[in-house]
Structure formats: structure tokens, C-alpha cells
């Protein structure tokens, strides 16, 4: 089983090293580091646009200190993950749960649950945004597992994280 140990938003730019202020602008970046998958921050000033190897980027704004919630990068971000994660079987229960947090969302529409030859449920879903249907294999992780994944995605493909 792969684990992505990506680290959190650092709340400062990856070229300059200087701390954003809460409300401002940055860039996010995902890009391949081996079998790894790296997160960079960029300031406004500091960002040229994304490398040629990013598998993902997005723009948002610096969350306050005494911020409590959660902000998800963009769906278009959240479905190219969610197709990333097809060709890997390992991280096919972390591609389940990103697919039902889509479908909370209402990125994807659940349009019907069907069986392989071989027993296993497929859930079909539908995005309008893409026009694309996805299947995705209904792989319940484990409670411990569960959190890991939650972890994960939130450390990847969250544009600011809770403050402690």
C-alpha cells in the first residue's frame, strides 16, 4: 500500500520563505518527487506559473491564524486527483472516499451501484461539470485507514488547514 506523506500548508512562499498574511493570495502546486507526490506554496509575486511536471495547481488566499475550517482546493483539482488515483489499485479505497466526498459536494451525481463478474460493487457517477461518467470500486477502508486517507487529502489537496 503507497502512502503519501505530503507536507501541510507551511504558510510560507516555497521560493522567498516568507510568512503569507492571512486573506493573501497565493498559488498551490502538486508535482511528482519520485513516488512521492510534493505540495508547494507560492506567494502572488513569486509565482511564474506552473512547472511542466505539476499534476495539479490552484490559486487561493492565506487562512487566519484562528481558522477552524477546511478549504478544499478546487473541484477541477479534486477530479483530476480522482483520476489520477484510477490507475493505481493500491489507493483505490483513498479513490472511493474522494469519490463519496465529490459526490457530498455534488461535483458527482451517483447514478447506480452494479456488480463485476467477479463480485465486487462498482459505484457509476456522473459529472456534469466534465460530462464524464466514473466508475469507482467500492473499497471501504478500515477506521484506522480512514483517518490516514483523511489525513492525506486534507494535507493534498487542502488550500489551508484547521490552526491548532
Same mark, same amino acid.
Given at each position: ?17 516568507? /510568512?503569507? !498574511?492571512?486573506? %493573501? ?12 507526490? @510534493? $505540495? ?45 488515483? /484510477?490507475? !493505481?489499485?493500491? %489507493? ?12 457530498? @459536494? $455534488? ?58
Amino acid at each position: 500500500m503507497t502512502e503519501y506523506e505530503v507536507q501541510r500548508f507551511t504558510r510560507r512562499c516555497a521560493a522567498t520563505g516568507r /510568512e503569507f !498574511q492571512p486573506g %493573501e493570495t497565493f498559488y498551490s502546486v502538486l508535482v511528482p518527487d519520485g513516488v512521492q507526490i @510534493r $505540495r508547494m506554496d507560492y506567494s502572488a509575486e513569486a509565482w511564474a506559473g506552473p512547472p511542466s511536471e505539476a499534476i495539479a495547481w490552484w490559486k487561493s488566499q492565506a487562512p487566519g491564524k484562528h481558522t477552524h475550517w477546511m478549504v478544499w482546493a478546487p473541484n477541477d483539482v479534486l477530479l483530476d486527483y480522482l483520476e489520477q488515483l /484510477e490507475a !493505481q489499485s493500491s %489507493e483505490w479505497d483513498k479513490r472511493y472516499i474522494l469519490a463519496l466526498l465529490l459526490l457530498r @459536494r $455534488r461535483v458527482l451525481r451517483l447514478e447506480e451501484s452494479v456488480w463485476s463478474e467477479d463480485g465486487q460493487e462498482i459505484m457509476l457517477f456522473y459529472c456534469p461539470r466534465r460530462q464524464t461518467h466514473y466508475r469507482v470500486l467500492v473499497v471501504p477502508p478500515g477506521a484506522e485507514r480512514t483517518t490516514v486517507i483523511q489525513q492525506e487529502l486534507m494535507e493534498l489537496l487542502g488550500a489551508g488547514s484547521p490552526s491548532a
